[in-house]
C-alpha cells in the first residue's frame, strides 16, 4: 500500500510539473509569434520544409486510408438509411461523424504516427548535440527559428488535410460506390451541405486549432526535456506519444460537448 501511494504521488507531482512547464511553454510560444524575427526567410524556409515533410510526404498514404474510410462509411452507412426509408438524413449522419469526428482525429492520429515521432526525435537529437543553446548563444530565439514553425506547420498541415479527408472520404466514397447507392450525387451534396450548422464548424476549428497546436507542441516540449544521454531518446519518443494520445482523447471530449 505504502508503495502505491508513494508511486501515485510520483505520478501526480510529475503530471503537475508537466502542466506547469507546459503552460509556460506555451506562453512563450505565443509571445514568440509577435516576435519581428519571424518573418525572416530563414524562418520560413523551416516552415516550408516542415510543411513539405508533415502534409505533402504522406499525401499517398492519407489518400488511401481517406478512400478506405469513404468506401466503409458511405458503402455501408448510406445503403442502410436507405433501405429503411431514412435518407434525408444522410446529409446529417454524415456530417457529424465525418466533419465533426473522423476527419480532425483520422488526421491527427496518422500525423503523429508519422510526423510527431519525428519531431521529437529531432530536437531531442538538437539538444543532447548543444545545438539548441548553440542558437541560444548566438542571441537567435529558438521559439522563432525552431519551435513556431513547427507548430504553426501542424495546425496548417491538420487543417488542410482534414477538409482533404472530407473530400475524399464522401466525394471519392460515393463516386466509386455509385453504382450500388439509390441516390444522385446532386442528392447527397444537397443534403450534406443542409445539414451544415455553426455548431459543427465550430467544434470543427477547435478542434483543428487544439489538435495541430498539440501535434507538434507536445513533443517538442517532451524533447527539451531529455538530458545528455542517447539512451534517453526512445523514453522521449514514448512520453511523447503517450501524452499526445491523452491530448488527443481531449479534443474529441472537447469537440462532442461543443
Aim: aromatic content about 14%.
Amino acid at each position: 500500500m505504502k508503495r502505491l501511494i508513494m508511486a501515485l504521488g510520483q505520478k501526480a507531482i510529475a503530471s503537475i510539473q508537466f502542466f506547469i512547464g507546459y503552460f509556460a511553454f506555451t506562453v512563450s510560444f505565443f509571445k514568440g509569434c509577435f516576435n519581428p524575427h519571424i518573418f525572416y526567410p530563414s524562418v520560413h524556409l523551416v516552415f516550408l520544409r516542415q510543411v513539405y515533410f508533415t502534409g505533402v510526404q504522406i499525401l499517398p498514404m492519407f489518400s488511401v486510408v481517406s478512400v478506405a474510410i469513404g468506401l466503409t462509411l458511405v458503402g455501408g452507412l448510406t445503403p442502410f438509411m436507405v433501405q429503411f426509408g431514412a435518407q434525408d438524413a444522410v446529409g446529417s449522419v454524415l456530417v457529424t461523424i465525418t466533419i465533426k469526428h473522423l476527419a480532425p482525429l483520422v488526421t491527427m492520429v496518422l500525423l503523429t504516427l508519422r510526423s510527431s515521432t519525428a519531431v521529437t526525435a529531432e530536437i531531442s537529437l538538437m539538444k543532447m548535440n548543444g545545438e539548441i543553446d548553440t542558437i541560444k548563444s548566438l542571441s537567435i530565439n529558438p521559439f522563432v527559428y525552431l519551435y513556431i514553425p513547427r507548430i504553426v506547420s501542424g495546425i496548417v498541415c491538420l487543417s488542410v488535410l482534414s477538409v482533404i479527408f472530407i473530400y475524399i472520404a464522401i466525394i471519392g466514397g460515393y463516386l466509386i460506390l455509385s453504382f450500388n447507392l439509390n441516390i444522385s450525387f446532386d442528392f447527397l451534396i444537397g443534403t450534406i451541405f443542409d445539414a451544415f450548422t455553426i455548431d459543427t464548424l465550430l467544434a470543427f476549428f477547435i478542434k483543428i486549432a487544439l489538435g495541430g497546436y498539440f501535434l507538434m507542441s507536445i513533443p517538442i516540449y517532451t524533447a527539451l526535456e531529455t538530458g545528455n544521454a542517447v539512451t534517453e531518446i526512445p523514453i522521449a519518443l514514448l512520453r511523447g506519444m503517450q501524452r499526445l494520445f491523452y491530448a488527443i482523447i481531449i479534443v474529441e471530449l472537447v469537440g462532442t460537448f461543443i
